[in-house]
């Protein structure tokens, strides 16, 4: 996860919503329990003046999870115009051993593999899929249709903005325990990025 830019801070938070009044910034002292009251009994439209780009290498299961966050805008590398690089997410065992959990969405019961191959021969079937796509590029199938067979292990490239408020709304919900582990590392790196540039409204 990367920084690009922002735009405002949390001074503008306070600043917007006190556009009814025309008073503007007061200092910390007194806007501190604004800022704390403005989000608590959500009053978030002052959030929204505040923006944040970020550019994110991720795994394409963790992108088509993200993109359900329909309040950001995207865009992501097209593997039609460019070739897909040889990068791919390669889980530890101790991310493969079955969880007890009442968590659907979690791991499960495995199926008799030895978990400490599985790493092993994931990398071996990521390493195939990814030569027979380079043999077909370099026989000249196009490369949108030579991107077929990609796994969801394979990264890609994508940039991602939006608003303060809708950040926060993110990191709620992907940085819970509950949250699949894969985006939760990637929420948590949101976080600092957001916590540097908007420290209060972090806090």
């Known amino acids: 996860v990367k920084y690009v830019e922002h735009m405002g801070s949390d001074e503008i938070v306070i600043e917007s919503a006190r556009m009814s009044t025309g008073r ?8 501190a329990k604004l800022l ?3 989000y608590r009994h959500k009053h978030m439209s002052p959030f929204e003046m505040c923006e944040l780009s970020i550019e994110v290498q991720a795994p394409l299961f963790v992108v088509r999870e993200w993109h359900r966050h329909r309040t950001q805008s995207y865009n992501e590398l097209s593997a039609r115009y460019t070739k897909m690089p040889d990068i791919h997410y390669v ?4 991310r493969l051993t079955p969880k007890e959990t009442s968590n659907k969405q979690e791991s499960s019961e ?4 030895n978990i400490e191959n599985i790493p092993e021969l994931i990398v071996g079937e990521q390493n195939a899929i990814y030569e027979f796509y380079e043999d077909m590029l370099t026989a ?6 030579a991107r077929l067979n990609t796994p969801v292990s394979r990264y890609t490239r ?9 950040w926060l709304g993110f990191l709620n919900l992907r940085m819970r325990e509950n949250a699949q582990w894969e985006i939760r590392q990637y929420a948590n ?6 916590k540097e540039h908007f420290p209060r409204t972090y806090a």
């Open 24 to 31: 503007g910034f007061e200092g910390w002292e007194k806007d």
């Open 36 to 38: 704390d009251f403005l």
């Open 91 to 94: 889980p530890t065992a101790d």
């Open 110 to 113: 495995g199926s008799g593999h």
């Open 140 to 145: 000249g199938v196009p490369r949108e249709v």
């Open 158 to 166: 994508f940039r991602a903005k939006t608003d303060l408020r809708n």
């Open 189 to 194: 790196a949101v976080s600092s990025i957001v």
